[in-house]
T-cell receptor, first 112, second 116 residues
Framework: AQRVTQPEKLLSVFKGAPVELKCNYSYSGSPELFWYVQYSRQRLQLLLRHISRESIKGFTADLNKGETSFHLKKPFAQEEDSAMYYC??????????????FGQGTILTVHP | EPEVTQTPSHQVTQMGQEVILRCVPISNHLYFYWYRQILGQKVEFLVSFYNNEISEKSEIFDDQFSVERPDGSNFTLKIRSTKLEDSAMYFCASRRSGGTPSYEQYFGPGTRLTVT
């Protein structure tokens, strides 16, 4: 069965420091992975999808099929990056209707 | 930019009562979802809905739960007889059909359900 693992529940860094939020997955086939972010008292918002290979708010994520990872990185963290981050995976195969499987989430706190 | 909306933002109910959580998905979306997040735990899939019927449901989505799209805009989740363990944040989401990115979902702000 597919699975998403975010090993760190909490991550604290200082402003200006690099940050990496880890995500590992198990999946049969070629996954389409997402990072969602939830700022305090706001909805889940899509931050990144690996197929577009874009950089949003300075964040990037590279799919590493060998290590089955999709870690989220930012070279210089900002205080406004403090939020809950979720890695998410859609279903394998073509028969499902697109439910997302979420990791446990990582709370990122960026200190001034 | 269009958004998914949900009402109410917070619902308090007594155990055994029925609750209806309401969602208005983005208007040209065709796939609709409910997810649940118990405090301190991860977001869990409940049910997906497409073409006016349930397309997939999780083990959590038992006979106490039902979903409806009563008109062209609303999408509701009903819990017939609430239990204490139903206390959670409930998120509605919607998705366009096909295209790229194919599985991107847009989430509502959530309804916090508290069962006392």
């Amino acid at each position: 069965a597919q699975r998403v693992t975010q090993p760190e529940k909490l991550l604290s860094v200082f402003k200006g420091a690099p940050v990496e939020l880890k995500c590992n997955y198990s999946y049969s086939g070629s996954p389409e992975l997402f990072w969602y972010v939830q700022y305090s008292r706001q909805r889940l918002q899509l931050l990144l999808r690996h197929i577009s290979r874009e950089s949003i708010k300075g964040f990037t994520a590279d799919l590493n099929k060998g290590e089955t990872s999709f870690h989220l990185k930012k070279p210089f963290a900002q205080e406004e990056d403090s939020a809950m981050y979720y890695c998410a995976l859609p279903p394998a195969g073509g028969t499902s209707y697109g439910k997302l499987t979420f990791g446990q989430g990582t709370i990122l706190t960026v200190h001034p | 930019e269009p958004e998914v909306t949900q009402t109410p933002s917070h619902q308090v109910t007594q155990m055994g009562q029925e609750v209806i959580l309401r969602c208005v998905p983005i208007s040209n979306h065709l796939y609709f979802y409910w997810y649940r997040q118990i405090l301190g735990q991860k977001v869990e899939f409940l049910v997906s809905f497409y073409n006016n019927e349930i397309s997939e449901k999780s083990e959590i989505f038992d006979d106490q739960f039902s979903v409806e799209r009563p008109d062209g805009s609303n999408f509701t989740l009903k819990i017939r007889s609430t239990k204490l363990e139903d206390s959670a944040m409930y998120f509605c989401a919607s998705r366009r059909s096909g295209g790229t990115p194919s599985y991107e979902q847009y989430f509502g702000p959530g309804t916090r359900l508290t069962v006392t």
